[in-house]
């Protein structure tokens, strides 16, 4: 529970598309995430929003396969 509650805490953010979209993620499909994936997932949200952003709107390429898997997911909310 406490995850959760941290997680949910992290996907705030500074713009209203990222809470959106990030905290639809994270009550869809968090919970069904392997330990490499919600680690990829973790390092994006250290990432600021401004990138995080263009990545999930796909106008900037992840830099590794499991970040792009885990983006394609995401997108798909």
Known sequence: ???MERLSWRCRR???ELDIVLGRFVER??????EMQ??????L????DTVL??????RQDAS?????A??????AV
Do not use: S, V
């Open 1 to 3: 529970m406490k995850e």
């Open 14 to 16: 500074g713009l209203l």
């Open 29 to 34: 499909d968090y919970a069904g995430l392997d």
């Open 38 to 43: 919600k680690a990829a997932f973790n390092a």
């Open 45 to 48: 949200l250290d990432m600021p």
């Open 53 to 58: 952003w263009d990545m999930i709107a796909g």
């Open 64 to 68: 590794e396969g499991e970040q792009q």
């Open 70 to 75: 885990l983006l394609e997911k995401i997108r």
